[in-house]
Each structure stands twice: as C-alpha cells, then as structure tokens.
C-alpha cells in the first residue's frame, strides 16, 4: 500500500539535493555550449544509426551486481498513447464497443484468442507461440490516478514515478546516480549498466542534474574502428581560459564514451542475431540488443522505443503495422534469447503514456485516454495469464475514460523486487514510496541479497553541494562519525583544492567553504567527499563575476 508521507517521498526522491540558481545557469551554459558542438542528448553515441545512451552505475545497479547477478530487462516504449481496446478486444462486451466504434471496432471473427476473456488485435498473432509457451503475460486497466493526457506529462510520471500534481526531474532508474558514486567521468564503469536506444528525451534513466552526455558515431563498425585505434582526446593540452575548460570537459565525456563504445562494439563483433526480425526501427533494435546480449554484454537495463502511437486520424492500418511489428519483433527477440540459451534470464514489458478514449473521432482515429493494457514476455513469468479486471466501458471518469484498476508503479515495484531482486527497502527509496506487489505475475526471486549499509556504515551517506554567495556549501548527512575528505576537481579530473579534511560526526553535516579570491577558471567543477574507501560526487558550476 501506498503512504502518504508526501514530503518523506519527495525528500528521497531528490535524493536530499539542494541547488540556486547559479548551478541552473551553470548547467544552461554547458548544455548550450554543447549543442554548439553538435554534443546534444544524454550521454550517448550511435550505434547502427541509433541513438544509444550509456549511464554510470547506481544504488539500482549495485543492488543488481549484489542481487541475481544473470537477469535482464527490457522495456519496450509504446510512443504515442497505445490503443488498449484494439489492443485485446472487450469481447466481453461487445456491443458498447461496437457502437462507440462503428468503423474501427475489429470483428470478432478476426480476433486472437488468448484466453475467454483476452481476445487480441489480428496482428498480434505471433505471439501466440509466446503465450502457448507461458511466456506471456497482459495486466489490463493500467494506468494512475488523476490521469494526465498530455504526452509529455504523463511520459514524465511513468518515467519519474511522481504524483499528477508532483513534477520530478528525476527518473525511477536513474534517481541514485546523484551525490552517491565515484565520478563518472574520471572513473567510469567498465560495462554501462543501463542503455537506452532511441527516444532522447525520456526521463527514466535521468538523475537530478539531468548529468547525461552525448557523442555520436554511425555504425558499430566505425565504433570500433574508433576504439580500436585508441586514439583519444588530449585532456591535458588545453588553452589556458575558458574555451579550454570547455574544451577539456567535452573531450573527457567522449573519453568515457569511447571507453563505453568499445566494450559495446566488441560484443557486437562476437554476437549474432539467429532470429528474423521486420525491417523496421524495433525490430533494429531489439535485434542489436539480442546481439549484444548474445556477445556478452553484461548489462542489464534496456529500453527500446516504437513511435506512432498517436493515432489521432486513421488509425486501422497505421495501429495494425504497429502491432505487427511488437508482435514479430518480440517474437524473433526471444527466439534469439532462446537460440543463445538466455531466454530464462530476460524479461520485457511494454508501456505506453496512456490509452485512448472509448469512442472513434469522426478522422477515423482515437484521442487521448486513460487505462490502457500492459504486456509482459519471459520465461520468469512462470505461465501465462490476464489480469487487471476487465475494461469497463460505461462506468468512467468524468472525461469518459476507463478507469484505472492497477497502477503502474506497482508493476514497476512488483518487477524491481520480484525480477531483478532488488530488496524492498531499496525499492522504497528509488520509487519515493511503498508501492505493493502484483502477485498475479508469476515473478520469483530467489536470494535476495540486501543491499542496505548497516547503521554504522558511512555508505548510507548523501551528498548534496551548491554555490552561496562566494563560498561553496557541502550538505552531507553521515550513518555514524567517520574520516572524511572533501575535494575539488576540474571536469578533467585534476584536483583543484582540498576543501576540508578531517573527521565528520554522525547526522547531518554543513560545511561552509570560502572560495575567496581563488583564480579558477570559469566552469563546471565537481565536489568529491571520501569516506569509508568510497567516493561520492556533486557537479557546481563556478563562473565569478
């Protein structure tokens, strides 16, 4: 269930961060110089002409690396608003639908039966042999409360997991990058833990800070003629001024990308795809996640993306094409998880921003609406199965909408807990709320392995750094007293300043630190406090009047 400690859950969702308005010009001034350099979008290159995102690890994926250590899941974004009544037919009844819908309503004799009650869309025959193999699972009536039918709107609030009336910058995935880790650029992972392909724009693998870095490259091929060569950029050789701060900071992130790209272009290289998928941008992608996956690529978290959801005007072939391409794409990616002995170690589940109204709009097409179906694929859910309820088509809300029967963010809590092991407590926290199970999905983890420091631990410890006048603040709240160092570093890794070394009490810390007539050049900066062998990172931008 669901609490109502509103300012508890939006605390933990900031993650304790604290900024002014200097950090937010700080951070406007580097994303306009780097879309001036053509480096837009959020940490990422392109692979095979998509668009892929590489992020540093989290609390998330620590509890992943600490959890069951083999399983995968990939999100697969319906963009537009999904059609969920042409989705899985209300059979059930029939008649309302068939009279809201005169010239779209799909004829019952067409339909693919899934079970008495799921009656699906003619084009979603393929995934009859996932289904048949009790690897298929739909959750009807999705949705939230107090539905927003905005696209973007209600995008963020799948991607944040916030309240209607909460706007969060932070996604559910991306939330504990912040005030947590090493620094990403001086000290990047080995292998990207998450991977977006496609989509720019999406929220939920974006921290606070919005702390996303983009280069791009066209094909695996040149990536790994690029890495092969190990030619990269020079961060020491820099002009002296602020060009050369700039400078500095934008080859370092493609250092790191580079560093990414290789490791993705190597198991490009080693991996094959067995499975045919449509000549389509899903079936790309998926296909290049398989690949990838098959040549040993050991993250976890994917989302890929099938824009058209927006089906406003004529909608019957354009949502039958889509539908096509989830059905045969989905299917072709399992064949080459199960060809590369992995399919019991991968899930997938679709979303989509909202469903659409119950009634056709006189452009042969739908607008926006609310519950909508959502479909699950793997070998993890341990049989297949409807849930959810069935759509109600004439007790709606006061827009005529269905009304939701299951939310969302318990699937998200029900897959993060229940698939990829991660314990409930640290759900808790990176969903900004307790969010209960759906147990209908068939789901098991089995050791779960907490990932909660113990009370006394300086791990537990959260780190936030903002400019005050002249002087840097550090914010930091410690588990229990232990040594610390608090550092600055330019955006190349070279350390600036030792700001305060010494021991911190347990609870929350203040540290007021004068940067007095320090000559630094204008930039971005990241403070750096060292405790207990680990590193915790905060970006503040420094620009003197």
């Known amino acids: 269930m669901r609490n109502n400690e509103t300012n508890n859950k939006q605390a933990r969702r900031r993650g304790e961060s604290l900024a002014d308005g200097q950090l937010h010009t700080a951070d406007h001034s580097r994303r306009s110089f780097l879309k001036g350099l053509g480096v837009a979008g959020a940490s990422g290159f392109l692979l095979n002409r998509l668009p892929v995102n590489s992020f540093s690890p989290s609390s998330l994926t620590q509890a992943l690396v600490e959890g069951d250590d083999e399983r995968i899941l990939v999100l697969i974004r319906l963009k537009g608003g999904n059609d969920g009544l042409n989705t899985f037919i209300p059979v059930h009844d029939y008649g309302t639908y068939q009279t809201a819908r005169p010239r779209l309503a799909i004829p019952q004799s067409e339909t693919v039966n899934f079970a008495p009650t799921l009656q699906g869309h003619p084009s979603l025959r393929p995934l009859q042999s996932l289904w048949n193999e009790g690897q298929m699972r739909v959750i009807q009536n999705v949705g939230y409360p107090t539905q927003n039918l905005s696209h973007f709107r209600s995008s963020d609030i799948w991607a944040t997991t916030s309240d209607s009336d909460e706007v969060i910058s932070s996604g559910v995935l991306g939330r504990y990058l912040q005030g947590q880790l090493p620094d990403f650029l001086t000290s990047p992972p080995e292998t990207p833990p998450a991977i977006q392909i496609g989509g720019s724009g999406n929220l939920i693998f974006n921290n606070e800070d919005n702390f996303n870095y983009a280069i791009s490259t066209e094909n695996p091929t040149a990536l790994y003629n690029i890495v092969s060569t190990g030619q990269l950029h020079d961060v020491l050789d820099l002009p002296d001024c602020s060009y050369g701060e700039q400078l500095g900071y934008v080859r370092t992130v493609a250092n790191t990308t580079f560093r990414y790209a290789g490791i993705l272009a190597d198991t490009f290289e080693m991996g094959r795809n067995t499975a045919n998928y449509v000549n389509d941008r899903l079936g790309d992608q998926l296909a290049l996640v ?54 019991d170690r991968v899930l997938a589940m679709t979303f989509s921003e909202f469903g659409r109204r119950i009634q056709e709009n006189g452009s042969l097409g739908t607008d926006h609406g609310a519950a909508a179906p959502l479909m699950l694929f ?167 009047r």
């Open 378 to 544: 793997g070998k993890g859910l341990n049989g297949n199965g409807v849930s959810g309820g069935l759509p109600n088509l004439t007790q709606t809300d006061q827009d005529g909408n269905m009304i939701y029967e299951v939310d969302f963010r318990n699937i998200y809590a029900t897959v993060f807990r229940d698939w990829l092991c991660i314990p409930s407590d640290v759900v808790t926290d990176m969903m900004g709320a307790d969010y209960g199970n759906v147990d209908t999905l068939g789901l098991e983890c089995q050791g779960i392995v907490s990932t909660r420091a113990d009370a006394d631990s300086p791990e537990r410890l959260k780190l936030a750094a903002y400019r005050s006048g002249g002087d840097i603040v550090v914010e930091y709240e410690m588990a229990g007293e232990a040594a610390t160092q608090i550092s600055l570093s330019d955006m190349a890794g070279r350390r600036v300043a030792t700001l305060y070394q010494g021991r911190s009490p347990g609870g929350t810390n203040t540290r007021r630190l004068p940067v007095g007539a320090a000559n630094w050049a204008a930039g971005i900066y990241i403070v750096s406090l060292e405790t207990g062998g680990r590193v915790y990172s905060r970006k503040i931008g420094f620009f003197p």
């Open 290 to 343: 398989a690949r990838m996956l098959r040549g040993g690529l050991k993250t976890k978290l994917f989302v890929v993306e099938i824009d058209g959801f927006d089906t406003h005007a004529e909608q019957a072939d354009a949502h039958a094409t889509l539908l096509d391409s989830i059905a045969r794409n989905t299917t072709a990616f399992f064949k080459d998880m199960r060809d590369g002995e992995m399919e």
